[in-house]
């Protein structure tokens, strides 16, 4: 199964487009600038969801100790 996807366009001011494909040539390995931005899209939702963790408490704590879990979790690998 193949992912169709649709192009846009959208006006970008230069300055923003070429900070893009800096950090997407220095910094992400010169991935495309479209790939750049999923890439910054996903790495700020991942800073939201942290921060609402943060802001919880308790789901904070269920979080650590799933985390801990898996951490510790020892499966045998077979080939």
Known sequence: ???????????????????????????????????????????HETMRAVARLEADPEALADWQREAHEWAELDTGVTE
Do not use: H, K, P
């Not at 970008?12 to 900070?19: F, K, T």
């Open 1 to 43: 199964m193949y992912a169709v996807y649709m192009q846009t366009s959208m006006r970008v001011d230069q300055a923003n487009r070429d900070a893009l494909a800096r950090i997407a040539a220095e910094e992400l390995g010169g991935v495309s600038l479209d790939e750049a931005l999923r890439m910054l899209l996903f790495e």
